[in-house]
């Protein structure tokens, strides 16, 4: 059976390399992988995301933004590959928006929850690699142009991670907890016994 599945974390994670590994590692068994990230997605997503990620603007326009890329997303790429049997793999989804717009930028957890009722899709299984925040402001400090989010200061991190350690926490099912700190190779091992155990 295909599968959704969302890679999140806090910037400098890894996510990004690892979900590119884990591609790679579906497309090997014969899987048919649609790969894709957020905000973008889509022509419309992608010009949103180039907003997102410079322009300032109120909590809630960033939100709504956020979710009205998702909703585009989610009816043109999303929805039809998966009724298409293909697997969606894609980089952040809606936990990212309750991580950095409810707990970084305070944002009101019950109206992104009436937003992300819009949407009305949920992943099969989120990947959320987690890992000290001290530790991500390192790997993100030979990055020689950082957006918007990734400029903010490390507080704005630590609260991102609580609000993803939230979400983790209100829907336990669903979420793997990866241990990001670890090297490439542990992490690698880790990712491979999951697919084990979905398949
Ligand atoms: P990111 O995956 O970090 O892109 P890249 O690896 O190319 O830097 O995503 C861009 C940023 O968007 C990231 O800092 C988190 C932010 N974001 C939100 O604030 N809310 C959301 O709902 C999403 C999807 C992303």
Redesign the pocket.
Known sequence: MNKFITFEGV?GAG??THLAWFADMLRQRGVEVVLT???GGTKLGEQL?EM??SQSMSITT??ML??A??IEHVEQVIKPALLAGKWVIS????D??F???GS?RGMDWDKLTQLESWVALVPHLTLFFDLPVEVARQRLANNISL????KEQSEFFERVRSGYQRRVAENPQRFAVIDAAQTLEAVQQQLASILESMQ
């Open positions: 910037d996510k990004s990230r957020e905000p995301r997102l990620l960033e939100a956020m979710f890329a998702r980089d952040r989804f809606s990212a928006s991580a950095y717009q970084g957006d918007r989010f990734e």
